[in-house]
C-alpha cells in the first residue's frame, strides 16, 4: 500500500523560506517509471503544481515559479523535499505530495493528506 | 502553454440524474495524458480516471471518461450522494508539464 505523508511549518513569514518534506511508503523512488510530485491549493482555489522528481533524478518545476523551487530526494530515507524561497503570503494554502505513475499513461494515483502553510509576519 | 477549461463551473443536480462535466483543452492533447480527479472538501484529490477514459482501482463503473484532442468528458451515470464534490481534469506531458482545470463544482440542487 501506497502511502505519503507531508511535513513542515504551518506558519512562515514572508520573505522566509520553507522547506516541507514528504516521506512515504510502499514503492522506491529508484524503480522506473515513478516519481514524486508536489501541488499545492490556495484556500478556496484550484490546483497547482509545483514540481517533480523522477527515478532517475531527473526534476522539472512549473515555468511560473522555477526560480524560487527546489526539489530532491533521498531514497535511502523515503524522502522528498521542496524548498520555497521568498515566501509571500500568496503562497498560504496546502500543499500536497502525490506518487507518479509514468507508462503508457502519466497520471498521479495516490496523493498525501496535505499540510496547511501560512504565510504572515 | 496549456489552458485546460472546465465547464460549467458549478452543477447542480439530484441524486439519482446524470451529470456531464467537459474539460476543453486550448491545444490538442494526447487522450493517454488527461486525467480526472475528485475533491471533496478537507480531502486530497483522488483519482478518478487516467489514460482519458481508464477507471482507477475501486472506482465505480457509474464514473466514465471520454474524448480525445481538445474536448473531454466525465460522465457519472446515477449521482449518488457522496458524488456531490469539485472535479478537476488534468494533463501531463505538454508545457507547463502538468496542468489542471479550475474545477467544476457539483452540488446538490
Known amino acids: 500500500q501506497i502511502t505519503l505523508k507531508e511535513s513542515g511549518p504551518t506558519l512562515v513569514k514572508p520573505t522566509q523560506t520553507l522547506t516541507l518534506t514528504c516521506t512515504f511508503s510502499?514503492?522506491?523512488?529508484?524503480?522506473?517509471?515513478?516519481?514524486v510530485g508536489w501541488i499545492r491549493q490556495p484556500p478556496g482555489k484550484a490546483l497547482e503544481w509545483l514540481a517533480l522528481?523522477?527515478?532517475?533524478?531527473?526534476?522539472r518545476y512549473s515555468p511560473s515559479l522555477k526560480s524560487r523551487l527546489t526539489i530532491t530526494k533521498d531514497t535511502s530515507k523515503n524522502q522528498v523535499v521542496l524548498t520555497v524561497t521568498n515566501m509571500d503570503p500568496v503562497d498560504t494554502g496546502t500543499y500536497y505530495c502525490?506518487?507518479?505513475?509514468?507508462?503508457?499513461?502519466?497520471?498521479?494515483?495516490?496523493w498525501g493528506k496535505g499540510t496547511t502553510v501560512t504565510v504572515s509576519s | 502553454e496549456i489552458v485546460l477549461t472546465q465547464s460549467p463551473g458549478t452543477l447542480s443536480l439530484s441524486p439519482g440524474e446524470r451529470a456531464t462535466l467537459s474539460c476543453r483543452a486550448s491545444?490538442?492533447?494526447?487522450?493517454?495524458?488527461l486525467v480526472w480527479y475528485q475533491q471533496k472538501p478537507g480531502q486530497a484529490p483522488r483519482l478518478l480516471i487516467y489514460?482519458?477514459?481508464s477507471r482507477a482501482t475501486g472506482i465505480p463503473d457509474r464514473f466514465s471518461g471520454s474524448g480525445s484532442g481538445t474536448d473531454f468528458t466525465l460522465t457519472i451515470s446515477r449521482l449518488e450522494p457522496e458524488d456531490f464534490a469539485v472535479y478537476y481534469c488534468?494533463?501531463?506531458?505538454?508545457?507547463?508539464?502538468?496542468?489542471f482545470g479550475q474545477g467544476t463544482r457539483l452540488e446538490i440542487k
Open positions: 502525490a506518487h507518479i505513475v509514468i507508462s503508457y499513461y502519466y497520471y498521479m494515483d495516490v
Open positions: 510502499g514503492f522506491s523512488l529508484t524503480t522506473t517509471g515513478v516519481g
Open positions: 522528481i523522477y527515478w532517475d533524478d531527473d526534476k
Open positions: 491545444q490538442s492533447v494526447s487522450s493517454s495524458y
Open positions: 489514460g482519458a477514459s
Open positions: 488534468q494533463e501531463y506531458a505538454t508545457s507547463p508539464l502538468i496542468t
